[in-house]
């Protein structure tokens, strides 16, 4: 059985991961923090934790897949209603594999060193400090710049590589995947919009992917019972009930606004987790 404890504690780990997913702040290194508070618990298997704080993300993903069925969705009716396919979502999702590309491989390569080695307080606020400064920067540096990409049509497959480059960054705890390919885009020319909505489709296939294998292997050498089901379930409906309001939130915040409050939040916070840990942890 799950008791009442444990469901509070997903309760507030979907919050913070419906929150964080999206804005460029990382999720992952949220979660780890958080659950050092926490300390999230399975009735019959620690090795629970370290897979629910991968799979909860597809919570978060089926958020984007709602919010922006019709820009991912390939299939159309012509004006004879016969069924067509849209040729523009094709290309969007042949840049999207492409950027999908160098993360898969980095991830299949050094994914379970990183687990191993680079998930401690220290290494997630140094993460979160350093990306937070080149957000400042880069947004400084773009005052003086007019975006050359304004949508994500006007991708090239090209820099859809190179924004799946940047992507490999992310696969240390504290980066953020939206954040490192948000800088990449902004990096390439890419007009805020556009780097964060080909953020939230790359996540598609990408968070899918590794959420789903992680998945598989937690299943094929634990099983899945009850307490599993309850647990990851009701934190991947937490999570997708928060990452509506949060993708439609950021969407509308950064027509006005820059990136450079996240970047400000990531320095403060990696410095109070320093702060913690090094004084009172």
């Not at 080909?198 to 590794?210: E, K, Q, S, Y």
């Not at 949060?246 to 409050?261: A, E, G, N, P, W």
Request: proline share 4%; glycine share 8%; charged share 15%.
């Amino acid at each position: 059985m799950v008791d009442f404890i444990q469901m509070l504690k997903v309760f507030f780990l979907g919050i913070v991961e419906g929150i964080t997913e999206w804005l460029p702040i990382s999720s992952t290194g949220h979660l780890i923090l958080v659950d050092e508070f926490l300390q999230l618990s399975h009735p019959n298997n620690p090795a629970f934790k370290d897979m629910f704080i991968d799979v909860i993300q597809l919570g978060a993903i089926l958020a984007v897949v709602l919010v922006f069925f019709k820009d991912l969705w390939p299939f159309g009716l012509s004006n004879d209603k016969k069924p067509t396919l849209k040729m523009p979502t094709l290309s969007m999702w042949g840049k999207i594999i492409v950027a999908c590309i160098p993360g898969a491989v980095a991830a299949f390569a050094f994914n379970d060193f990183i687990e191993a080695n680079l998930s401690s307080p220290y290494i997630i606020a140094a993460a979160l400090i350093v990306y937070g400064i080149a957000f400042i920067l880069i947004e400084n540096l773009n005052k003086k710049r007019t975006p050359k990409v304004d949508s994500i049509e006007d991708i090239s497959y090209t820099k859809a590589l190179l924004i799946g480059l940047f992507q490999v960054l992310s696969i240390i705890p504290g980066t953020s995947r939206s954040g490192s390919t948000i800088i990449g885009g902004l990096l390439l020319g890419i007009s805020r919009k556009a780097a964060a909505q080909f953020t939230f489709f790359l996540a598609v296939p990408v968070m899918f992917g590794l959420s789903a294998l992680k998945l598989l292997k937690y299943i094929l050498e634990f099983g899945f019972g009850f307490a599993d089901f309850a647990l990851l379930g009701f934190g991947m409906l937490v999570a997708f009930a928060v990452s509506l309001f949060v993708i439609k939130f950021l969407m509308s915040y950064i027509r006005k606004h820059d990136f450079k409050v996240f970047g400000w939040y990531r320095i403060v916070l990696g410095a109070i987790v320093i702060a913690y840990f090094a004084f009172i942890g």
